[in-house]
């Protein structure tokens, strides 16, 4: 297997991911646009890791559990956020959050 | 001791940081806390400075000192390489000392929307930023302290700015990163073309042999151009009027007093060393920017209608002084850019913090609704009268340091540099300092003579306030005792640049 | 004391911050400290003369001699072997000398007092130590005794004079501080060190002038003055510039002037150098056609321009070509005669500002044009060669003039006006002393025998025609013809007549009767110190570089002096016939001295009456004096506003055009297409995530694509 | 050859699911593709040897992460259906930088890797790999190498729960 076919689905998921963090406007399908683009990154790792020998892929695992770990957190403090845009504003419309706008 | 001198510098440039963490964990109410830890983290930090001072080898002022080198980023092999010379410990004093005043003048001077805690807490983490940028001998390292410098400024003024808060501090934020990017570019050509480091000395010692003339003239121009924006030279002011006319006071004085120094820092310290015979051939550019700077931006002060604007262009023109003296590369100009730079920071500093209480005063800076500030509040008009003589190069005020040795400096280039373009330049210049004089004693004219607007004739305008006091005097006597012993500041650059200078063959 | 010699402007600066800080809290409001530091400078400078005086000669000079002198022991023998070595050799010099005195054109080498210098270390950068010192020799303590005096002088006439002005205090400190300013300008033995006391001056006349800053017109005068001498420091700096290269990087007047005799500077560098600091010289020293300034400078309280006319700023100028004598001696061939920029300029000023001195109306400012002609006599006689002439009229001119301003601001305080035609006239009878005083002080001015300008003012004359300026001699005769005219209508206007004012006036209080006697008797008795055969004025200002450069030193002539004796006394009779003849009945003119000398010298009453009123001063009052005046106004004045006017129009249309649209629209333009940056932004400028995360990966993207290509 | 067309057929799968992802005008329906998408890429795991990151990419995103999005979109109540004001008004600019990313990541890749193969692990027995990179190297890792890391990053699940529930409580 070339180790690109991976690095390249990775790459199309990063940038469908980005499509999609940018162009969503419901706070929930951007975070679900952010774990396609950890999702991505995951892939990467595992595959450049298996790619440089035993001792590396075992490294790019745990980095894989890592990220997966962190992107359990992320969502976790990204929907409590979505949440209480809701609360506050009844959507959640990104469109409408330009809190920084100052 | 040897382990208090191993630390000395990454204290002064993390102690900040540290004030500023502490800060982070003070809850939002405590106001005079914000304040009193901001101040004594400052203060801490000037400590460390003037640690430095005293132990500071004066024979030695053109080695760098207190000199830290430790691996940082193996895999681009940059380091952490922090050190002090000559050039850079007066500047890394300026900032310290700028900063503790600065946070003085602030106890009873914030801004809408106030917030003492954010406001404080980026000022602390601007001093990190300038502090590092002046110490740090690895381009990387540099670069990052460069970078972070842009952050909290682009906050300053995009929230607690004027009315056209926005537009100023996009374009402040936008000129300077599109300088940065080349300017990383540059530094990124050095790393692979000058032997693959980044440490500055030993960049100095092998670029200019290993990288071939047609691309020390490209990096040079990469660099020119994020260092000249910076400054800012000539064509690339623009940002400079609208970010200080926007910036609150305090970020006025100190983008002022020490960032628009990072450019010309990076110039004696990173450009002209390092690829001295591209700064060869750009340097009657750079004189001719740096002179059309000079005349320009004194046109410019004399159709403006507000004050703080008007101080902003005469940046322009003073840096223009400072870029004349180094593009002569010899050691008469690159000794009183430094003191330029020095001088302006402290005057032009004290001028945008009078200009600061001003508006505090009078709710507007329009020049022609201004009057008789020397009846009203006299002292503050004195002071405003005293730094407009310093800005216009009186001597025995430290401004004239900056200027007359770049205006000598330019009679007599480094060799190989055109005689007759240069002291062309010197007359300009020359005339400049008419130019100075007129559009600073309008600006002194209108404000303090006269009688004030009838809108203002029954205002009671309170006088100086204890923090204006406290934060003004050092700063006032500073510019009597440099401008009187100018030899204070001279000797210690004056080794320093002769070993910047040696690296151009000798210069004159 | 001559090595101590920095002791004075430290008084005099220590007063400066006394008065400052605890002025305002003493009975008399900070003019004690003023007084007694100033009597102190005075005392000091009068030890300094006398420890000058009594001070042997002790280095041998060979006049005209380019290759420098032997630094010689402290003993005349010695003097007079040496002397006599190097007496026969034979320079450019003394060849012009031969030409201009005939048979006594052998130079001997003369003994004479060396400089008493003191120098330290100030700052070294760029591998150039610079020197801060005092340098003290006769030119130096000459000033020192005329400052010190004038200025205490003028402190105690502002005592009375600026009694209960809002700003007592302050103006002490400020005057205080404008002595320092020219002591140490003089004290200086270092052009770098002199340009401080230069600019101190410029300064504290832009304060004191703008003293009464509430009035616009008081500011705009203080701002002129600043900036007119500012254009002229453009010179200055270049010129110091020039000369610290030229002469092997050093500041140092005494290095600098024995580079530029020794023919070691390159003679490009000598010329621009000269004239760049000539034109200092003419912005400082009010000559045409910066002179604008100084008139309008009348704004200020009248001590001040007592202070700034008599003794420091103006004559700063003079001061510094005499200072730097070598240099100019050098660049325009002075010893060679004929016309050079230094006296051109000089004999043009006299003849312009003399005439202008004619349509004045304000009392102040006949005085003031009378000061920049004066000044005009002091260039020219530098230009033509007559050194010691140049400072004498410098040293009399001082005191003279003191006393005329200070005598105006007597009339003044009486009659609350400078107006001579609508709130004069008369005050003779109601003001004797300053009456008095006030003559002595015009005739000095006129340069009648035995007045002091007479001695002076007949040196430069003979300078003029000994030196080969035959030309500036005529100049200098004329100017003084148009002195003794004016100075008639001003005192006529002023002194004589009905009284023309409001109140009654009587005379002035001690305070400003005391300044006027003590000048008044330095005005006689000043000229006697260069009486023939007496000369200690020339011995006592005679310096090395004036040695050197083989200047020439002319004494008293008796058919010159006469011939310019016979002109002012021209002048003032046609002075004296236009203003008492005209308006007054026979019998008040048969009882003015002045007017019955003119009388009697002019026999044919009507032919002259004709010939003047109709011919010369119709064209002279009517055309030439008005036309120069409103080419002073209209043209230069209109010039220097027209340049001030266009620099602000140009500044605001680049500002507006340029700035703005062009290099901002460059800027914006190249970044973000054709609308303009502020509507861009704007839209950038949403505050909404998303925009900013599309911004940012799309110029990661761009900066990766850049990394990608370019390396 | 084998795993190349399984290979085949899982990227394209997750390819075209994740494009619904971001593209679909009901949220719920979202969600799901999300499963495809890391069910598929949990897979790909399979195929490069990494069995317990599978497992976890099934566990804790399937059963985890996603669980919690479903509870996100019912709580925040969006219209179950289609709902045509998902996306923004920067799709244009949103699928420029996407293309144009992709583009340089895909030129950038290309040109680094060329066609660098994986090594072959049919070769090596199924002991060896397990020992090499199973589970139990993979856990000997984690608490002895990263052991440090590990802690931080429970610190940061323990911060990120007490966030969330000071972000979402209602007071």
């Known amino acids: 297997m070339l180790v690109n076919q991976f690095l390249i689905l990775g790459a199309v998921l990063f940038c469908i991911g980005v499509y999609g963090v940018l162009a969503r406007r419901n706070g929930v399908l951007v975070l679900m646009s952010i774990e396609l683009i950890l999702n991505a990154v995951n892939i990467n790792l595992v595959a450049l890791g298996s790619l440089q020998g035993p001792e590396a892929a075992v490294a790019g695992q745990v980095f894989t559990l890592f990220v997966v770990t962190i992107a359990a957190a992320e969502v976790g403090v990204g929907l409590a956020i979505v949440l209480l845009i809701y609360r506050n504003r009844a959507s959640v419309d990104l469109d409408e959050v330009d809190l920084m706008k100052g | 001791m040897d382990g208090l001198d191993d630390i000395a510098l990454t204290a002064a440039v993390f102690l900040p940081l540290v004030g500023a963490a502490a800060m982070m964990l003070t809850p939002r109410e405590h106001d005079t806390g914000h304040k009193v830890i901001a101040l004594l983290t400052t203060l801490v930090t000037l400590a460390v400075g003037v640690y430095l001072l005293v132990g500071f080898d004066y024979g030695r002022a053109d080695v760098l000192q207190f000199d830290v080198n430790t691996s940082w980023i193996d895999v681009i092999n940059s380091r952490y390489i922090l050190g002090v010379d000559g050039i850079s410990l007066p500047l890394l004093l300026l900032s310290m000392f700028v900063c503790v005043l600065v946070v003085i003048y602030s106890w009873n001077h914030f801004p809408e929307p106030h917030n003492p805690k954010a406001f404080l807490i980026l000022i602390l983490v601007l001093e990190t930023g300038m502090n590092g940028t002046f110490v740090a001998q690895d381009l990387i390292l540099f670069f990052v302290f460069f970078e972070v410098v842009l952050l909290p400024m682009y906050f300053m003024i995009g929230v607690w700015g004027g009315e056209q808060r926005q537009y100023a501090a996009i374009k402040f934020f936008l000129f300077t990163l599109f300088g940065s990017a080349l300017m990383i570019l540059s530094f990124l050509a050095l790393f692979f073309q000058g032997g693959q480091t980044f440490a500055i000395a030993d960049l100095v010692a092998v670029a200019s042999d290993n990288i071939p003339r047609s691309s020390q003239l490209l990096i040079f121009g990469g660099l020119f151009m994020g260092f000249a924006i910076k400054v800012p030279m000539f064509p690339f002011h623009t940002w400079l009027p609208d970010a200080h006319t926007q910036a609150p006071t305090q970020g006025s004085v100190i983008l002022a007093a020490i960032l628009l120094k990072l450019g010309t820092y990076g110039f004696v310290r990173i450009a002209i060393p390092i690829l001295p015979e591209a700064a060869m051939a750009w340097a009657p550019w750079i004189g001719g920017l740096a002179v059309i700077g000079i005349i320009y931006g004194a046109l410019g002060c004399l159709a403006q209608s507000d004050m703080k604007r008007l101080i902003a262009f005469s940046s322009v023109a003073h840096m223009g002084y400072v870029m004349l003296g180094i593009a002569t590369l010899t050691e008469f100009g690159i000794n009183a850019a430094v003191f330029g730079m020095v001088a302006h920071g402290l005057i032009t500093g004290m001028l945008f913090f009078v200009a600061g209480s001003v508006k505090d005063r009078f709710h507007t800076l329009e020049l022609s609704r201004l009057g008789g500030l020397l009846l009203q509040s006299p002292r503050m008009g004195w002071i405003l009268g005293f730094c407009a003589m310093a800005s216009l190069g009186l001597p025995g005020l430290a401004g004239f340091w900056g200027e007359f040795p770049a205006i000598l400096a330019a009679y007599n280039p480094a060799e190989g540099l055109s005689e007759v373009l240069f002291r062309t330049y010197m007359v300009v210049a020359a005339v400049g300092t008419v130019f100075a004089a007129g559009y600073l004693l309008w600006m002194f004219q209108r404000t303090a003579f006269g009688t004030p607007r009838e809108e203002f004739a029954q205002a009671r305008i309170p006088g100086m306030h204890w923090p204006e006091y406290v934060a003004w005097t050092p700063m006032l006597i500073l510019i009597v005792v440099l401008g009187l012993f100018p030899g204070l500041l001279f000797g210690l650059t004056t080794d320093a640049v002769g070993g910047a200078v040696a690296a151009l063959g000798g210069g004159s | 004391m001559l090595e101590s010699i920095w002791v004075i402007p430290a008084v005099t600066f220590a007063s400066f911050w006394l008065i400052l800080f605890f002025g305002k809290r003493l009975p008399k409001h900070g003019a004690e400290i003023g007084i007694a530091a100033l009597g102190i400078a005075f005392v000091l400078s009068c030890v300094a003369v006398v420890e000058w005086n009594a001070r042997p000669a002790d280095e041998v000079v060979e006049a005209g001699h380019e290759t420098g002198a032997l630094e010689e022991g402290h003993g005349g023998a010695e003097v007079d072997d040496e002397g006599h070595a190097l007496g026969e050799v034979q320079t450019l010099a003394l060849e012009s000398a031969v030409e201009a005195e005939g048979g006594e054109g052998e130079h001997e080498a003369e003994p004479i007092r060396s400089a008493v210098e003191r120098n330290l270390t100030w700052f070294s950068f760029g591998g150039v130590d610079v020197t801060v010192g005092t340098a003290v020799d006769g030119l130096t303590v000459v000033l020192l005794f005329t400052v010190a005096l004038i200025s205490l002088l003028v402190h105690v006439f502002s005592t009375n004079y600026m009694h209960g002005d809002v700003r007592f205090t302050y103006f002490f400190a400020a005057l205080s501080l404008f002595t320092t300013g020219m002591l140490l300008l003089v004290v200086s033995s270092s052009l770098l060190q002199a340009l401080f006391g230069w600019e101190l001056m410029a300064l504290c006349s832009f304060m004191l002038i703008g003293h009464w800053w509430e009035k616009k017109p008081n500011s705009d005068a203080a701002m002129k003055a600043f900036l007119t001498t500012r254009t002229g420091d453009i010179g200055l700096l270049v010129g110091i510039v020039i000369m610290f290269f030229a002469a092997g990087q050093t500041f140092d007047i005494a290095a600098i002037n024995e580079a530029a005799l020794s023919g070691a500077m390159a003679e490009t560098a000598l010329v621009a150098g000269a004239a760049a600091l000539f034109i200092g010289v003419i912005g400082k020293s009010a000559q045409f056609p910066l002179h604008t300034w100084l008139p309008d400078a009348m704004a200020g309280p009248t001590p001040v321009s007592a202070l700034i006319h008599a003794a420091t700023m103006v004559v700063a100028g003079v001061y510094l070509v005499a200072r730097l004598y070598g240099v100019f001696w050098e660049a325009f061939d002075i010893g060679a005669g004929g016309v050079n920029p230094i006296a051109l300029i000089g004999g043009i000023t006299i003849l312009i500002a003399a005439a202008l001195a004619f349509v004045q109306t304000d009392i102040k400012k006949v005085l003031a044009y009378s000061t920049v002609s004066q000044l005009g006599y002091m260039v020219m006689a530098l230009g033509v060669g007559a050194w010691t002439a140049a400072i004498f009229h410098l040293f009399t001119h001082a005191f003279f003039k003191g006393l005329l301003f200070l005598g105006a601001g007597s009339v003044s305080h009486a009659v609350h006006s400078f107006e001579m035609k609508d709130d004069m006239g008369g005050l003779r009878k109601f003001m004797p002393v300053t009456y008095t005083t006030f003559m002595i002080g015009s005739l000095a001015l006129a340069g009648l025998f035995p007045f002091a300008g007479f001695w002076s003012k007949d040196e430069i004359l003979l300078g003029a025609a000994e030196n080969g300026y035959r030309l500036f001699e005529v100049v200098g005769i004329v100017g003084a013809f148009m002195t003794a005219a004016y100075m008639t209508r001003c005192v006529y206007l002023t002194f004589f007549g009905r009284y023309r004012g409001h109140g009654h006036p009587h005379e002035s209080p001690p305070a400003i009767t005391v300044p006027l006697i003590v000048l008044a008797v330095f005005s006689v008795g000043a000229g006697f110190l260069n009486f023939p055969g007496f000369e200690r004025f020339f011995e006592l200002t005679e310096n090395r570089v004036f040695l050197l450069a083989g200047v020439e030193h002319h004494s008293f002539e008796v058919f010159p002096a006469v011939v310019s004796s016979a002109v002012v006394l021209a002048g003032l009779a046609f002075g004296g016939m236009l203003f008492f003849a005209r308006h007054l009945p026979r019998g008040v003119t048969a009882r003015s001295g002045a007017a019955r000398a003119g009388y009697s010298f002019l026999v044919n009453k009507y032919y002259l009456d004709h010939l003047y009123t109709g011919v010369v001063i119709g064209s002279i009052k009517g055309g030439i004096a008005r036309a120069a005046y409103w080419i002073n106004q209209k043209v230069i004045d209109g010039v220097v506003n027209g340049v001030g006017i266009a620099s602000k129009r140009t500044g605001s249309w680049v500002y507006r055009h340029i700035d703005q649209q062009v290099v901002d629209g460059a800027v914006n333009g190249a970044g973000f297409g054709a609308e303009g940056f502020g509507g861009i932004l704007r839209t950038i400028q949403t505050g909404r995530v998303q925009q900013y995360g599309a911004l940012l990966f799309g110029a990661s993207a761009v900066l990766a694509l850049t990394l990608v290509i370019f390396i | ?171």
């Not at chain 4, 971001?22 to 949220?27: A, D, G, I, K, Q």
């Not at chain 4, 799901?32 to 890429?41: F, I, P, Q």
């Open chain 4, 1 to 171: 050859m084998p795993e190349n067309i399984a290979f085949g057929i899982l990227a394209l799968v997750a390819t075209l699911a994740a494009l619904r992802v971001v593209t679909t005008r009901n949220v719920v329906h979202a969600a799901l593709y999300l499963v495809v998408v890391l069910a598929t890429v949990g897979a790909l795991y399979v195929l490069l040897a990494a069995e317990f990151v599978a497992a976890v990419q099934i566990l804790i995103y399937i059963g985890a992460i996603l669980v919690l999005f479903l509870f996100g979109i019912m709580l925040t109540r969006p219209t179950i259906g289609t709902d045509t004001g998902l996306d923004n008004d920067q799709r244009w600019i949103a699928g420029v930088t996407g293309l144009f990313l992709l583009g340089v990541l895909s030129f950038v890749l290309v040109d680094a890797f060329g066609d660098e193969q994986l090594p072959d692990l049919g070769g090596v027995s199924r002991e060896a790999l397990t020992a090499e990179r199973g589970t139990a190297a993979v856990g000997d890792a984690i608490f002895s190498t990263y052991l440090v890391p590990f802690e931080v990053v429970s610190v940061l699940l323990l911060a990120a729960l007490v966030g969330a529930i000071v972000l979402a409580r209602r007071d």
